[in-house]
Structures are given as structure tokens and as C-alpha cells.
């Protein structure tokens, strides 16, 4: 190692010990923008994928309040995955190749949007607990060492919080409606609920990235504390909607001041994680679908750059 590069690694690593920010310009070590490329694509590539579950229900929202709210929801998520590109393209990739990543199974995006949403109480759920694990996972990121990334963290953050309390509220209005509404809630919790503890992750001793991620102060947090945060902070929610969670060895712990929990089937994560999930080649197809079908756009986006460039260039 050069001298100059070990004054910059010095450099970098007085930034990360006074807890300051990376930015794009600054020397930072290969691994450190390799892993910041492969965490930010996956969320993004989550947040875009993410809006094919609920956007199926668009159309079919009970009433217009409801399809506005989800509309709007929708809506962010798209916003989301394009903060979060474009924080990755300040890292030296394009979006262009992102897709591309994506779309070829070179990237992934989170397991939990492999599962079907089949009944209108899974939009409040997804809101509810697909949402609520987001923002438990990504308030931590506002304090991500590096810059674009912690500082997109921030509004989404906050557009989350609408997504989850309005997912809530939508299941309180179920499960203040008929018996029928009350199961269709409670069905799509047991659906829903270990999916949503497996978004964290594997365990902590079965994750290869967690420890140098929390070096790197990339992660502020290990999957299993963010995993055991969602766990404390839904079962009081749960039992003011009502519902209960599908996990016997699930109950207090004074010793711990925690909720013990049983054990996600990680085999079924693994599946999932490696393509085989009820929805994965659905979600790919609709995905590669849109970009094909949005191909004439960004051709005429493009030319039209080219052209307004030449006309100022005259
Ligand atoms: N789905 C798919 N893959 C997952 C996964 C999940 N839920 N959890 C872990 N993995 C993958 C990892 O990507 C890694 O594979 P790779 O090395 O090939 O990328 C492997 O499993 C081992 O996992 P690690 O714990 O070692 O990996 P990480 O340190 O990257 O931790 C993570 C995984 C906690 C998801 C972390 O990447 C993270 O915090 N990402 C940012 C948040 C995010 O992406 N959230 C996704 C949901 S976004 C969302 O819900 C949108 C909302 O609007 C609904």
C-alpha cells in the first residue's frame, strides 16, 4: 500500500471513527463502494418491485378515498427506488446497468415481495407490516456513513411512516366491520407475518455481510436486533387491531424486557432468495415487461438531450 494510499485509508477511517459523512468525491476503499452499489441497488430494485403487489389493488380499491391513498402510496415507492438510484449512480453505475442487473437475477431485491397479495386486508397489512419492517430497518440508514444514501434515508423515512399508519388504519376499519372482514384480516396477518421477519435477513451468525457492513458503518444495526425491534414494537399494535401473531413461542420476556419469538423457516428464505418464491418470475417478467414497453421513452428523452444540446451548442 502506497504511502498516499495509506493516508487516505487514514482519512477514511478518521471519517468513519468521528461518525462523519462519505460523499461521492471522497477516496473510500473498493469493498466499502462494492458493498454500498450492491445494499443501495437492492433497496431501490425493492422499492420498484415493492409497487407491483399493492398496485394490482389500485383498480379495485372499495372506495375512492382508499384507491387515492393507495395511489399515493404507490406513487412513493416509485419515488423511492428513484432517490435511491440515484444515490447509487453517485458510486460510478448506472441505472441503465442496474436494471439490467436486476432483471438478469445479478441483484436482488426483498423476498417479501415474492409472496401474492390475495385478499384487500393484505394492502393494510402490507402497509401495516411490510412498512412498519421497513421503516424499523431504514431509520437506522439515516445514519448510513455514506452521504446520498442516509440523507435519501430522510424523506423516505418519512413516507413511510404515512404508509405504515395508513395501512393500520385501514385494518382497524376491517376489523371494526363484519366477521367476514375480521378473517379476511387475520388471514392475511398469518400470511404475512414471517415473511415480514425474514425481510431483516438472515441471523446474524449466517450473515456474510452484517459485521464489515457495521465496520464500515454502513449498517448502524445487526438483522437480528432490527428483526427483534419489529417483533417488540408489533405486538402491541396487534393486539390493539385485535389480531394475533401465527407464532406459539411468541410471549414477554421479562429477563430479556423483550418478546422471545420462534425461528422464520430459513429454508423457505433461501428459496425465495434464490428465485424460487410463489411470485418471483412473475415480479421479473412484469418488471422487464415495463422497461421493454418503456423503451420509447427514454429514446426520445435521449434525443431530445441531444438535440437541446446541439441547439445550444449553435
Ligand atoms: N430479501 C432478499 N435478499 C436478502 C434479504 C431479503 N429480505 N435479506 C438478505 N438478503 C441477501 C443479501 O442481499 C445477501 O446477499 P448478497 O450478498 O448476494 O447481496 C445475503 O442475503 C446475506 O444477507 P446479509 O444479511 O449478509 O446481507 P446485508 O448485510 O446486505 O443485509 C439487508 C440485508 C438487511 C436487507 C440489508 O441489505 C439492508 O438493510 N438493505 C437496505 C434496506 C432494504 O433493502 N430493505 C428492503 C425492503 S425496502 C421496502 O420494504 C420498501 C417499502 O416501501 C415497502
Same mark, same amino acid.
Given at each position: 500500500?502506497?504511502?498516499?494510499?495509506?493516508?487516505?485509508?487514514?482519512?477514511?477511517?478518521?471519517?468513519?471513527?468521528? @461518525?462523519?459523512?462519505?460523499? #461521492?468525491?471522497?477516496?473510500? #476503499?473498493? *469493498?466499502?463502494? $462494492?458493498?454500498?452499489?450492491?445494499? &443501495?441497488?437492492?433497496?431501490?430494485?425493492?422499492?420498484?418491485?415493492? !409497487? =407491483? #403487489?399493492?398496485?394490482?389493488? &389500485?383498480?379495485?380499491?372499495?372506495?375512492?378515498?382508499?384507491?387515492? &391513498?393507495?395511489?399515493?402510496?404507490?406513487?412513493?415507492?416509485?419515488?423511492?427506488?428513484?432517490?435511491?438510484?440515484?444515490?447509487?449512480?453517485?458510486?460510478?453505475?448506472?441505472? %441503465?446497468?442496474?436494471?439490467? !442487473?436486476?432483471?438478469?437475477?445479478?441483484? $436482488?431485491?426483498?423476498?417479501?415481495?415474492?409472496?401474492?397479495?390475495?385478499?384487500? /386486508?393484505?394492502?393494510?397489512?402490507? *402497509?401495516?407490516?411490510?412498512?412498519?419492517?421497513?421503516?424499523? @430497518?431504514?431509520?437506522?440508514?439515516?445514519?448510513?456513513?455514506?452521504?446520498?444514501?442516509?440523507? /435519501?434515508?430522510?424523506? &423516505?423515512? $418519512?413516507?413511510?411512516?404515512?404508509?405504515?399508519?395508513?395501512?393500520?388504519?385501514?385494518?382497524?376499519?376491517?376489523?371494526?366491520?363484519?366477521?367476514?372482514?375480521?378473517?379476511?384480516?387475520?388471514?392475511?396477518? +398469518?400470511?404475512?407475518?414471517?415473511?415480514?421477519?425474514? !425481510?431483516?435477513?438472515?441471523?446474524?451468525?449466517?450473515?456474510?455481510?452484517? %459485521?464489515?457492513?457495521?465496520?464500515?458503518?454502513? $449498517?448502524?444495526?445487526?438483522?437480528?436486533?432490527?428483526?427483534?425491534?419489529?417483533?417488540?414494537?408489533?405486538?402491541?399494535? /396487534?393486539?390493539?387491531?385485535?389480531?394475533?401473531? #401465527? +407464532?406459539?413461542?411468541?410471549?414477554?420476556? +421479562?429477563?430479556?424486557?423483550?418478546? +422471545?419469538?420462534?425461528?422464520?423457516?430459513?429454508?423457505?428464505?433461501? =428459496?425465495?432468495?434464490?428465485?424460487?418464491?410463489?411470485?418471483?418470475?412473475?415480479?421479473? %417478467?412484469?418488471?422487464?415487461?415495463?422497461?421493454?414497453?418503456?423503451?420509447?421513452?427514454?429514446? %426520445?428523452?435521449?434525443?431530445?438531450?441531444?438535440?437541446?444540446?446541439?441547439?445550444?451548442?449553435?
Amino acid at each position: 500500500m502506497t504511502a498516499t494510499e495509506s493516508e487516505l485509508q487514514g482519512g477514511f477511517d478518521q471519517t468513519l471513527a468521528h @461518525n462523519d459523512r462519505i460523499e #461521492p468525491r471522497d477516496w473510500m #476503499p473498493e *469493498g466499502y463502494r $462494492k458493498t454500498l452499489v450492491r445494499q &443501495i441497488a437492492q433497496h431501490a430494485h425493492s422499492e420498484i418491485i415493492g !409497487m =407491483q #403487489p399493492e398496485g394490482g389493488w &389500485i383498480t379495485r380499491a372499495p372506495s375512492l378515498r382508499r384507491k387515492a &391513498i393507495l395511489l399515493a402510496k404507490v406513487q412513493d415507492e416509485a419515488g423511492h427506488g428513484l432517490y435511491l438510484y440515484s444515490a447509487c449512480e453517485t458510486l460510478g453505475v448506472s441505472r %441503465a446497468e442496474l436494471t439490467e !442487473m436486476l432483471l438478469s437475477g445479478r441483484q $436482488k431485491y426483498s423476498s417479501i415481495f415474492n409472496y401474492p397479495t390475495l385478499s384487500y /386486508a393484505d394492502v393494510g397489512t402490507i *402497509g401495516w407490516l411490510v412498512d412498519g419492517a421497513a421503516i424499523c @430497518n431504514q431509520v437506522p440508514l439515516c445514519r448510513t456513513s455514506f452521504g446520498p444514501y442516509g440523507r /435519501a434515508m430522510i424523506r &423516505i423515512c $418519512k413516507e413511510e411512516s404515512f404508509h405504515q399508519r395508513q395501512g393500520f388504519e385501514l385494518l382497524m376499519t376491517m376489523m371494526r366491520g363484519t366477521d367476514a372482514q375480521r378473517a379476511m384480516v387475520q388471514e392475511s396477518v +398469518d400470511r404475512f407475518w414471517w415473511p415480514a421477519l425474514m !425481510m431483516f435477513g438472515p441471523p446474524d451468525d449466517e450473515s456474510p455481510n452484517t %459485521a464489515q457492513s457495521m465496520a464500515w458503518g454502513i $449498517k448502524r444495526n445487526t438483522n437480528d436486533e432490527l428483526r427483534q425491534r419489529f417483533v417488540d414494537m408489533s405486538v402491541p399494535q /396487534a393486539e390493539a387491531l385485535g389480531v394475533t401473531f #401465527p +407464532d406459539p413461542e411468541l410471549r414477554w420476556n +421479562d429477563e430479556r424486557g423483550a418478546h +422471545d419469538f420462534g425461528t422464520p423457516d430459513w429454508d423457505e428464505f433461501m =428459496q425465495v432468495v434464490k428465485g424460487d418464491g410463489p411470485c418471483n418470475r412473475q415480479r421479473i %417478467a412484469h418488471r422487464r415487461r415495463a422497461h421493454e414497453d418503456g423503451a420509447w421513452v427514454r429514446e %426520445a428523452a435521449t434525443a431530445f438531450a441531444a438535440r437541446s444540446t446541439t441547439e445550444v451548442g449553435a
